[in-house]
């Protein structure tokens, strides 16, 4: 089992940045491909960004391309997403997700274990 902790969320204005942080027990996270995604009320769970566990590389969502960066780091058993050049509509519930040893999904159903998630609200 692996338990995910979300972290980092906040109130920001436009323009603004964020780093949110995920971190994991239970098990180690360098076989796991992570990934967040975000939900805002009475929608469905948007992928933002995935890293996978083999190859370190990275996936984002068109919405989110060259504002975002995820990066792991395994020694902490830590997953970040560092958001710049934040938007009122970035706004939402960001979550962690996890799945063993399988390369990236923007699919949220693929993953296995999920963080219980942390507010990002943007302001303009």
């Known amino acids: 089992q692996v338990q995910l902790v979300d972290s980092g969320g906040g109130s920001v204005q436009a323009g603004g940045s964020l780093t949110l942080s995920c971190e994991a027990s239970?098990?180690?996270?360098?076989?796991?491909?992570m990934a967040w995604f975000r939900q805002t009320p009475g929608t469905a769970h948007e992928f933002v960004a995935a890293i996978n566990w083999s190859t370190d590389s990275s996936y984002y969502s068109d919405s989110v391309t060259g504002r975002f960066t995820i990066s792991r780091d395994n020694a902490k058993n830590t997953v970040y997403l560092q958001m710049n050049s934040l938007k009122p509509e970035d706004t939402a519930v960001y979550s962690c997700?996890?799945?063993?040893?399988?390369?990236?999904?923007?699919?949220?159903?693929?993953?296995?274990?999920w963080g219980q998630g942390t507010q990002v609200t943007v302001s303009s």
């Open positions: 239970g098990r180690r996270l360098s076989r796991y491909t």
């Open positions: 997700a996890a799945r063993f040893l399988y390369g990236w999904s923007s699919i949220p159903n693929d993953y296995n274990y």
